[in-house]
């Protein structure tokens, strides 16, 4: 038997990487093979990364989380064990739902970045800013720029002497704008990403030491990649999260897991 993922073409590149993850993670609890298409952005992890697709034919049995999730984390558990003795698997869209129910293994040994880029002497702090598609998914998602003056702070308290990186899929944001102008003020150092290449960008944030966060699964899964990191991600997103019965956020404000857990909430 083995678990499948047949369509990844939902989301972004942190979508994918997260569900991704969810592969990996079931099929190392039921001690069997896995097997995906590759996409976009895998080259930059060393391989083999995705191993042989779903077979076209097969008896397959289609895991829906929330009909897991529903029975409870150890009942859920037991089941997956169950459909996994009977049939292969396939994984429906799984984003971060199933983040905290299967972390066994380590995802620093599941995504290894390939030629990881060196970003200097000292410490780096990755700044993340979502504008784009934001706006019509979610402006709350849109963080205020108070959120980012008081990360900055925070973590000035720790790493007083860190190299700030400005990372945006959208440079006409007022948070991004504001925030350069802020770090300058400041006479802090800051570096600029590069907006024409999302990837490169992914691989510097993975190797900083702490990610001063957006809500966005791009920068989150960074978080749980190379370094180990200080996670700084917005209160007032969270609590607006829990409301919504997010079981990522909620299981975040928890204690997340060890991949991935708070440093602060601003």
């Known amino acids: 038997m083995a678990v499948y993922i047949k369509d990844?073409?939902?989301?972004?590149?942190?979508?994918?990487?997260?569900?991704?993850?969810?592969?990996?993670?079931?099929?190392?609890?039921?001690?069997?093979?896995?097997?995906?298409?590759?996409?976009?952005?895998?080259?930059?992890?060393?391989?083999?990364?995705?191993?042989?697709?779903?077979?076209e034919r097969g008896q397959y049995y289609t895991v829906i989380f929330k009909e897991i999730a529903a029975l409870g984390r150890e009942e859920g558990k037991?089941?997956?064990?169950?459909?996994?003795?009977?049939?292969?698997?396939?994984?429906?869209?799984?984003?971060?739902?199933?983040?905290?129910?299967?972390?066994?293994?380590?995802?620093?040994?599941?995504?290894?970045?390939?030629?990881?880029?060196?970003?200097?002497?000292?410490?780096?702090?990755?700044?993340?800013?979502?504008?784009?598609?934001?706006?019509?998914?979610?402006?709350?998602?849109?963080?205020?720029?108070?959120?980012?003056?008081?990360?900055?702070?925070?973590?000035?308290?720790?790493?007083?002497?860190?190299?700030?990186h400005l990372f945006t899929d959208d440079h006409r944001l007022d948070s991004y704008r504001q925030v350069t102008a802020f770090l300058r003020g400041e006479n802090l150092s800051y570096v600029f990403g590069n907006i024409a290449n999302p990837y490169e960008d992914f691989k510097a944030m993975t190797e900083c030491d702490a990610i001063i966060s957006a809500?966005?699964?791009?920068?989150?899964?960074?978080?749980?990649?190379?370094?180990?990191?200080?996670?700084?991600q917005s209160a007032q997103w969270i609590n607006y999260k829990i409301e919504e019965k997010d079981p990522f956020w909620i299981g975040l404000i928890n204690g997340g897991n060890k991949n991935y857990h708070l440093w602060k909430a601003l």
């Open 8 to 55: 990844l073409s939902y989301g972004r590149f942190g979508n994918k990487l997260f569900f991704y993850n969810n592969l990996r993670q079931l099929a190392h609890f039921l001690n069997t093979n896995y097997g995906c298409d590759p996409f976009p952005g895998t080259e930059i992890f060393d391989g083999p990364f995705c191993q042989s697709p779903a077979p």
């Open 78 to 164: 037991k089941r997956l064990k169950e459909l996994g003795l009977q049939y292969d698997l396939i994984l429906s869209v799984i984003l971060a739902d199933m983040f905290y129910w299967l972390d066994d293994m380590n995802t620093r040994e599941i995504f290894k970045v390939k030629n990881p880029p060196d970003l200097g002497p000292g410490k780096h702090v990755a700044l993340h800013f979502r504008g784009t598609d934001y706006f019509s998914w979610d402006p709350r998602a849109i963080l205020p720029v108070d959120f980012y003056f008081k990360g900055i702070r925070e973590i000035k308290n720790v790493l007083p002497d860190a190299v700030f």
């Open 215 to 232: 809500p966005s699964s791009y920068s989150t899964t960074a978080g749980f990649i190379g370094k180990e990191k200080l996670i700084v």
